[in-house]
């Protein structure tokens, strides 16, 4: 079954070529294709599910995420995600998400005040969303972080614990939640959330740039998100 | 005669860093005084960082042709071919002056300039590298420098979307008054699709595209060409300030307009700003320009034309657009909210003619004033070179300890583990970064091939050793080039082209201008030998504080191709039980050696010397090693020698140990274990590629000797079959992986 992804390019997005490469080429055989909406639209079009990418949208000038927040198109991609439109939003994507009110929290300006490029590893927890359904919870997976504020801060992170809305959490190599593997200094080691329906995700690690085995340290972990949104929607589980 | 703004007369001019007889030149050359603008434009055109006054003749001899050249020096980046309709874009710059003064911006206005040279060619940047140059780590600036520039170079490139995927930091008491920020762009683009700096068809308009000029950056070009002395801050204004998301946005609606058939010529404002461009693309074209200052978006009020012409704003393009198609090239700008005007037409005049509400400010021969001036400056051998010809040894005690002395070197901060930097990079934007900084000794990143979507691989070398050059300019600069060779052959890439950013002191002593024209024909012979020609480059003289020179630093950039990306080959051992061979000679030279300098405080003797009959054949059997995809790791051994290039291949992947046995003593320990020299390799391979491996390299007539295999969680180490080292790995780790942290 074809599943059509749209892809939102703000003014400074610059990983939206990624996330284009995986929805429109490399899965491609999986039904998977894929589009750029632009920041002046508004309205997505036929869309099954959408990826805000990351980059530093109109130069993250103001707060990261702050402006592309209030884009014209920012109404549609409010109006898809409550009426449960799969949405994931990457990096800056998830800043622009928590921006814009669709996620809990804020990102903050990571503890060392340095910008971090490197692999990682997150635990998979939480409730079953659509970018996270087909990795079963409790498996850590390799993916890279690139970002320079990144430190997840919530007011109450006890009730976004108990609800079950923390999907991806920072660990070492082994799986171990530990605070020399959290690299940003994130509340609880969070790396991942979800709104409280659950079909809205943002994450801080980039799964866009662990889906080929060619690039840089290899891992394909991050492949598994975008299955599992194509897996959703195949099986009619969203709207 | 134009009158307005200062008088100007030969004190003025002096002020503006142009000598008596420059002057002279240019009252003769217009038959008339300069007006003030004037004055103004002709000093950035002749200083010596836009007209190349001291280098032009040396320059001229490097060989810059080959079947793979498609543009060579002279345009805003060198574009070489790299098959299926496709072309790679590239050179390095250097922005060394600035960031001495204010090393945040004068680091990520290095990065947005070199970007700029590369897009305006029509070719989207998909690598950036750096070279940085520091003083000693316990200087009181280099602290602060450090932490600047690594910020400034990531800022930049972060946000503009580039991976930066190689490049070196090398900490050396003679940037202690002078640092070096050398960075390199290379773009992709289709080889019939590339623009170039023209401003053709007479009556064409002229496009004003990007930031607003404000008053930020004027005579930065002038301040490029002086030393540094006491006061220097002072100078801190002249240094621009960088928007990425400005030139993020720049880049996506110049790609998106090169698209069209509008654009005639387009060249990026950069050095000397609305000036340079203007000059450089009518004396290309052979035609001149007539430019209507008010139109310029300005970001102050009331700026003079001498203020516009020489503002150094960054972000900002020139183009000439055909005629009637000016609504095009808008639009394109209005869709990603940028300013764009039309500021003036070429003109058929052969005149740079800048005026202001109708007013003629400036009238000025093109021809003039890019020509600009040509000096043969006097060259003398430096004395420096008969006290460090000679090294003598006798003082020196061969290591009884080699465990500490290789935990030493570890941690040299020209030898350790530079991930407190690049992970201050984004290295993998853009889904191409296949070797990242630390993987191997050059990036790679994947390149399709438009029709049938096969990845092919560019790989990307930068650096230099400028201990080889200052002890022996000719010798060390064929050495730089050899390096680089020799970093792109590990990978499984094949040398194609090079860029090279020449960094010297004052020109005008005979003992430094000597040092250059050595430097540049040892450049020169060595990339006609390797047929590597110099497609683009840069040259910074004036890297003097007080009149201390930098030791000579001739950056080199090489780039080579990937046929099959499936052949790139990565430092770090893969697997227990595969063995490991030193392809090439197995001892190197302690001349010039980080050993020598980092253990002992030495500097002297001559490194070992690049023998192209003897080497090329090394280089040879690794490409034909590579390509038959048979090697498991492969790393060059460069500085620090073998033991640290052993220790680099078990840190560089999974952590592994080693087993090395080495033959019996003929010289010195410390000569075998850390000896530096060209073209020799340690790779590893598994049991069923071992007759391969030693099949190809007798093939081409080369040395490959077993020294060993990777296992265990211990380097360990025998020389004629005495045990001489045994340290567990996370030792090597500890000393490898920390002192960055420390001297940061």
Redesign the interface.
């Known amino acids: 079954m074809a599943h059509h992804f749209g892809v939102i390019r703000f003014p400074g997005s610059n990983c939206d070529d990624d996330a284009l490469h995986i929805v429109d080429t490399v899965l491609a055989d999986r039904g998977s294709t894929g589009e750029f909406l632009w920041h002046k639209e508004t309205s997505l079009g036929q869309v099954d599910a959408l990826v805000v990418p990351g980059g530093f949208s109109y130069g993250d000038y103001l707060r990261a995420g702050a402006m592309a927040a209030h884009a014209p198109i920012m109404e549609a991609v409010i109006a898809f995600a409550k009426s449960g439109g799969p949405v994931v939003g990457i990096c800056n994507g998830f800043q622009i998400l928590c921006e814009a009110g669709l996620l809990e929290g804020a990102l903050t300006r990571n503890e060392s005040l340095r910008f971090i490029c490197k692999d990682i590893f997150c635990r998979i927890e939480g409730r079953p969303t659509p970018f996270s359904k087909s990795l079963p919870a409790g498996r850590h997976v390799g993916m890279p972080i690139a970002h320079a504020e990144g430190c997840y801060r919530h007011p109450d992170v006890e009730r976004l614990e108990g609800e079950s809305q923390v999907i991806f959490r920072y660990c070492d190599a082994e799986g171990g939640v530990t605070a020399e593997a959290n690299p940003n200094g994130s509340i609880n080691n969070i790396a991942g959330i979800c709104n409280a329906a659950g079909n809205v995700v943002g994450l801080m690690p980039h799964p866009e740039r662990a889906c080929e085995t060619v690039l840089g340290a290899g891992g394909v972990a991050g492949l598994a998100l975008f299955e599992s949104v194509l897996e959703t929607l195949s099986s009619g589980a969203t709207r | 005669m134009i009158q307005h703004g200062p008088k100007v007369d030969a004190a003025l001019a002096s002020e503006h860093g142009l000598a008596a007889d420059e002057y002279e030149k240019l009252c003769d050359g217009l038959g008339r005084d300069p007006s003030y603008t004037e004055l103004g434009v002709v000093s950035v055109m002749w200083s010596e960082h836009c007209s190349y006054k001291s280098s032009r003749i040396h320059l001229k001899t490097l060989p810059s042709d080959g079947p793979q050249v498609i543009e060579g020096p002279g345009e805003n980046a060198g574009v070489v071919d790299i098959g299926d309709g496709q072309a790679v874009v590239f050179k390095m710059e250097s922005h060394n002056h600035p960031s001495f003064l204010e090393p945040y911006q004068g680091a990520a206005t290095g990065v947005g300039g070199i970007c700029r040279d590369v897009f305006t060619m029509g070719a989207r940047p998909i690598a950036i590298a750096d070279c940085l140059r520091f003083g000693n780590t316990e200087h009181e600036r280099t602290s602060y420098l450090l932490h600047g520039v690594v910020?400034g170079v990531?800022?930049y490139g972060?946000?503009?979307?580039v991976p930066n995927v190689t490049g070196d930091v090398v900490f050396d008491d003679s940037y202690n008054g002078n640092i070096l920020v050398n960075a390199f762009c290379l773009g992709l683009a289709k080889s019939d699709r590339i623009f170039r700096g023209y401003a053709s068809g007479v009556g064409n308009p002229i496009l004003y595209v990007g930031a607003k000029t404000g008053r930020d950056g004027i005579h930065g070009a002038t301040m490029a060409s002086a030393e540094f002395a006491e006061g220097s801050d002072e100078k801190r204004p002249a240094v621009q300030v960088g928007?990425?998301?400005?030139e993020?946005?720049l880049l996506e609606a110049c790609l998106e307009l090169m698209e069209e058939d509008v654009l005639v010529g387009i060249q990026d404002m950069g050095a000397a700003g609305l000036t340079s461009c203007s000059v450089e693309m009518a004396a290309r074209a052979g035609s001149g320009v007539e430019l209507h200052l008010e139109n310029v978006p300005m970001r102050e009020e009331g700026m003079t034309p001498y203020e516009l012409m020489l503002s150094e704003s960054q972000e900002r393009m020139l183009m000439v657009v055909t005629k009637g198609k000016e609504q095009k090239a808008l639009d394109i700008f209005a869709k990603?909210?940028l300013d764009a005007a039309v500021v003036g037409e070429v003109t058929e005049s052969g005149k740079v003619i800048v005026k202001m509400h109708k007013e003629v400010y400036a009238d000025l021969p093109a021809t003039l004033l890019a020509e600009g001036l040509k000096y043969d400056r006097p060259r003398k051998r430096p004395d420096y070179l008969d006290e460090v010809a000679y090294l003598t040894l006798d003082s020196v005690a061969d290591p009884t300890n080699l465990g500490q002395t290789l935990l030493e070197m570890l941690a040299a901060p020209n030898i350790c583990d530079k991930?407190w930097v690049?992970?201050?990079?984004?290295?993998?934007?853009?889904?191409?970064?296949?070797?990242?900084p630390g993987?191997a000794s050059s990036g790679v990143v994947?390149v399709f091939e438009p029709e049938s979507g096969r990845?092919k691989g560019v790989a990307i070398a930068a650096g230099c050793n400028s201990r080889h050059v200052y002890l022996a300019p000719y010798e060390g600069s064929r050495l730089a080039v050899a390096s680089a060779y020799a970093d792109l052959v590990a990978v499984g890439a094949t040398p194609l082209a090079t860029t090279d950013c020449l960094n010297f002191g004052n020109p005008e002593k005979p003992g430094i201008m000597w040092q250059f024209a050595e430097s540049i024909r040892g450049i020169g012979d060595a990339c006609r030998l390797l047929e590597t020609p110099i497609v683009s480059g840069n040259v910074s003289l004036y890297n003097e504080t007080d009149g201390e020179a930098i030791k000579p630093t001739p950056m080199i950039g090489m780039v080579g191709l990937l046929d099959d990306?499936?052949q790139v080959v990565t430092a770090g051992f893969k697997e227990a039980g595969h063995r490991i061979a030193v392809v090439g000679t197995l001892a190197g030279g302690l001349g010039g050696s980080e050993y020598l300098k980092h253990c002992h405080g030495i500097e002297e003797g001559a490194p070992v010397a690049f023998d192209m009959a003897k080497h090329s054949k090394v280089f040879a059997a690794m490409l034909e090693m590579t390509k038959a995809k048979i090697l498991s790791s492969a790393e060059d051994v460069s500085d620090g020698g073998l033991l640290c290039c052993i220790s680099e291949c078990c840190l560089g992947g999974e952590a592994l140990g080693a087993n090395i046995s080495l033959p019996v003593l003929e010289g010195r320990l410390d000569e075998l274990c850390f000896g530096e020299g060209p073209a020799r390799f340690l790779v590893s391979y598994t049991d069923e590629n071992a007759a391969s491996v030693a099949r190809m390299a007798s093939g081409c007539g080369v040395g490959l000797l077993e020294i060993g295999c990777v296992g265990g969680r211990e380097l360990r180490v025998s020389v004629g079959g005495e045990l001489r080292l045994d340290e567990p790995i996370d030792a090597l780790a500890r000393a490898f992986h920390y002192t960055f942290e420390r001297i940061s």
């Open positions: 910020a990531g800022d972060n946000c503009f979307g928007d990425p998301f400005m993020k946005l990603w909210d991930s690049f992970e201050q990079y984004d290295h993998m934007v853009r889904h191409g970064t296949v070797v990242r993987q994947r990845s990306i499936d």
